[in-house]
């Protein structure tokens, strides 16, 4: 008979277990109530999802999504709880906090660039700014998002004029391989 290694211990466990790590880490933050409802939607729609499936990379890496997508909520979290309340006097709000939400949390959910996480929450961010925002513009947003890499929105970054970084600078990061496949 095999004896189980720790190796094996560690993947069997599940999310089930590792998240009140995550849960704890979020209740120590101090954000609105909006930004939290936001963040609750966000934990709820996750955890049933993924609650018996065996951690390994994707899990890992939508933990890592959750907690950047998290991290930006907080960092705008007035922005988010003024906005919520004007959608609130337009009867707007609960689309943002369930459909909408539901868009921006697939994206983060299958995202493999963390650093494009930014972006989706930015994006919902700036939908809730948007005058009788429709669900095919939020949708066609997240789809358009999740096609681009990384590389594809630094270079469309470049067109704008408040944006810092340039096209040779962006190219400085891409090496000559890479660069070749691009062309």
Same mark, same amino acid.
């Given at each position: ?15 089930? !277990?590792?998240?009140? +790590? ?6 120590? $933050?101090?954000?609105? %109530? ?6 609750? #939607? ?19 890496? @939508? ?7 998290? #991290? ?11 906005? @919520? !309340?004007?959608? +609130? ?5 609960? $689309? ?5 939400? #539901? ?7 299958? %995202? ?14 700036? @939908?809730?700014?948007? +005058?009788?925002?429709? +669900?095919?513009?939020?949708?066609? /947003? /997240?789809?358009?998002?999740? !096609? ?7 270079? @469309?970054?470049? /067109?704008?004029? %408040?944006? #810092? %970084? ?18």
């Amino acid at each position: 008979v095999r004896s189980r290694g720790l190796g094996d211990v560690y993947k069997r466990q599940t999310l089930g !277990e590792i998240l009140p +790590e995550v849960v704890k880490q979020i209740s120590e $933050m101090v954000v609105s %109530e909006a930004t939290a409802s936001i963040i609750c #939607e966000i934990l709820g729609a996750v955890f049933p999802r993924i609650n018996n499936i065996r951690l390994g990379w994707k899990q890992n890496r @939508l933990e890592r999504n959750i907690k950047k997508a998290i #991290e930006v909520l907080q960092k705008n979290d007035s922005l988010i709880e003024a906005q @919520l !309340e004007v959608l +609130e006097k337009n009867n707007q709000d609960q $689309m943002f906090r369930t459909k909408y939400c #539901e868009m921006m949390l697939d994206t983060i959910y299958d %995202e493999i660039q963390e650093s494009k996480v930014k972006y989706g929450i930015n994006g919902f961010i700036n @939908l809730m700014c948007i +005058e009788n925002p429709n +669900e095919d513009m939020t949708l066609m /947003f /997240f789809k358009t998002l999740t !096609e681009l890499s990384d590389l594809d929105i630094r270079v @469309l970054k470049c /067109f704008s004029y %408040e944006h #810092e %970084e340039n096209y040779y600078s962006v190219m400085q990061d891409v090496d000559t391989v890479s660069y070749t496949h691009l062309r």
